[in-house]
T-cell receptor, first 117, second 118 residues
Framework: AQKITQTQPGMFVQEKEAVTLDCTYD???????LFWYKQPSSGEMIFLIY??????QNATEGRYSLNFQKARKSANLVISASQLGDSAMYFC??????????????FGKGTKLSVIP | GAGVSQSPRYKVAKRGQDVALRCDPI?????LFWYQQALGQGPEFLTY????????KSGLPSDRFFAERPEGSVSTLKIQRTQQEDSAVYLC????????????????FGAGSRLTVL
């Protein structure tokens, strides 16, 4: 079974500062992918960044980077130069074999990020 | 279409009514997923389709929940005899490939259908 843990229910960050959102995961599958999604108040899930379990380099996408520490089973999201529009819920998710015939995406409970002007 | 479209966006049902939620995935996407998101929680997996075949329905909470994708494109999630605990946002997502874990096979989500059962 797959499990994602996000231990920070809420985070505050000053505008233009960097912030790290924590994510740890558990799986027995050697092949998996880690995803971060942003969910603004409008409700739509917006894909931010992906890291594969065999990728040697940490993923980066613009202001988003993923601090992937495989031995620790952590995949923290780093947002640099925070903007007011970054205020939203952030979900860490893992895709791997579910054991029931599919590769489903398993989500954490999320972290609510608030950017302060 | 350009994105995943869900309807209705909002549905209010009286306890015991049947509801049907529609999902129009991105054209050509093989995989389609339904998720349930309770208030303040992360999405929980309900069911998965590969084209028209429902390969995994392990997340459906009861036999009151039924999903179909008869022609491998549009999908409908049906909830019979709705209960208050069914109140949630129902998210549909699609991805281009099947059983491939990669950055090229990202799930694209719709805006969701918010169900409120009174």
């Amino acid at each position: 079974a797959q499990k994602i843990t996000q231990t920070q229910p809420g985070m505050f960050v000053q505008e233009k500062e960097a912030v790290t959102l924590d994510c740890t995961y558990d799986t027995s599958d050697p092949s998996y992918g880690l995803f971060w999604y942003k969910q603004p108040s409008s409700g739509e899930m917006i894909f931010l960044i992906y890291q594969g379990s065999y990728d040697q380099q940490n993923a980066t996408e613009g202001r988003y980077s993923l601090n992937f520490q495989k031995a620790r089973k952590s995949a923290n999201l780093v947002i640099s130069a925070s903007q007011l529009g970054d205020s939203a819920m952030y979900f860490c998710a893992m895709k791997g074999y579910s054991g029931a015939g599919s590769y489903q995406l398993t989500f954490g409970k999320g972290t609510k990020l608030s950017v302060i002007p | 279409g350009a994105g995943v479209s869900q309807s209705p966006r909002y549905k209010v049902a009286k306890r015991g009514q049947d509801v049907a939620l529609r999902c129009d995935p991105i054209s050509g996407h093989v995989s389609l997923f339904w998720y349930q998101q309770a208030l303040g929680q992360g999405p929980e997996f309900l069911t998965y389709f590969q084209n028209e075949a429902q390969l995994d329905k392990s997340g459906l909470p009861s036999d009151r929940f039924f999903a179909e994708r008869p022609e491998g494109s549009v999908s409908t999630l049906k909830i019979q005899r709705t209960q208050q605990e069914d109140s949630a946002v129902y998210l549909c997502a699609s991805s281009p490939l099947d059983r491939v874990v990669s950055g090229a096979n990202v799930l694209t989500f719709g805006a969701g259908s918010r169900l409120t059962v009174l």
